[in-house]
């Protein structure tokens, strides 16, 4: 092989190479919210609004202690001089903490099965995020499936008795965060970006929390060691996950990022049926099953285009 040719041949696989760390990455970060409810058992004597207020805080620890560890404070520091990457942040923070808070909310209220069902239409919205604005080619299966996924929203409308709100604010929240995320781009690392997210959210988040304190309404300090630390571990197990995301989402595009989440959803169903056991009248299931005639469409057209991923491009 000559220099030429071993040169294309290299610079012909790092789009794969890329590609093929973007869907371990994204594989970990989906499985990991999947399990995530299971965690909120062990944290529900506080409210949503305190586990959320102490799970931005106890995040931005634990990415301070990672910015440390991998040297990377000069590239956070140069992100905050980045006006145009911290406005978009600012944004993608904003909309991260709706999807805490109602995701929180759901599990802790006996609606961990519509959380779920926010997350299977979240696919949906992602592809039609990457088509509306980032001008992605939207195949024959895709429309296919976002039918279905419509026909499953007028289903469940019915079903509920009103519209579900919560499922659509958890997938057109973590959606726009997704769509936010790609439009940064490879201005920031997955580290820099999160630590900048949640720096930017601490300031709201511990007065909140001191507010809690000083009105003797908070767990967080008064319900004892054990429960201070697990409220604690709220910062590994949601930056790990959310670090995953970040990286996955600068090397994959929307319509293919869309195609991983469906492992968390599936999770987030069989921890709600399983462990929650939170009832599903016929009605809901005909709704939740043309979500899954959505899911399993979107699947086979992953199959059937394994050489369509590519690396997301920063605009």
Not at 67 to 84: C, E, I, M, Q, V
Not at 214 to 224: I, M, P
Request: with cysteine; aromatic share 12%.
């Amino acid at each position: 092989m000559t220099q030429t040719q071993s040169t294309t041949s290299t610079k012909a696989s790092e789009p794969s190479a890329e590609s093929t760390r973007g869907l371990v990455q994204g594989l970990g970060a989906y499985g990991l919210w999947g399990l995530m409810p299971l965690y909120f058992l062990t944290v529900s004597l506080a409210s949503p609004w305190e586990i959320v207020a102490s799970r931005i805080v106890f995040s931005l620890v634990f990415c301070m202690i990672l910015l440390s560890l991998t040297r990377n404070w000069n590239s956070f520091l140069a992100l905050g001089r980045d006006r145009k990457a911290v406005v978009r942040l600012s944004v993608a923070s904003v909309f991260i903490s709706i999807n805490w808070l109602t995701y929180t909310y759901a599990v802790l209220n006996g609606h961990a099965a519509e959380a779920a069902l926010g997350y299977f239409i979240n696919p949906l919205v992602s592809i039609a995020l990457g088509v509306i604005f980032l001008k992605e080619k939207l195949r024959t299966l895709q429309w296919v499936a976002i039918g279905f996924g419509l026909a499953a929203v007028i289903t469940l409308t019915f079903a509920y008795g009103n519209v579900p709100y919560i499922a659509l604010t958890l997938a057109f929240s973590f959606g726009l965060y997704g769509f936010v995320k790609n439009l940064v781009g490879r201005t920031a690392t997955a580290l820099t970006s999160l630590s900048m997210e949640t720096a930017i959210l601490t300031i709201p988040a511990l007065g909140f929390l001191a507010w809690l304190v000083a009105s003797n309404k908070d767990t967080v300090l008064s319900a004892g060691p054990g429960h201070f630390w697990l409220l604690a571990a709220s910062g590994i197990i949601t930056a790990v996950p959310l670090l995953l995301f970040g990286a996955a989402a600068r090397r994959l595009p929307l319509t293919t990022l869309g195609t991983l989440q469906f492992l968390a959803p599936i999770l987030q169903f069989i921890v709600a049926m399983v462990v929650f056991k939170e009832p599903m009248p016929p009605e809901r299931l005909i709704g939740f099953s043309l979500v899954w005639v959505a899911v399993i469409i979107l699947s086979i057209d992953m199959i059937r285009q394994p050489h369509r991923i590519t690396p997301v491009r920063a605009s």
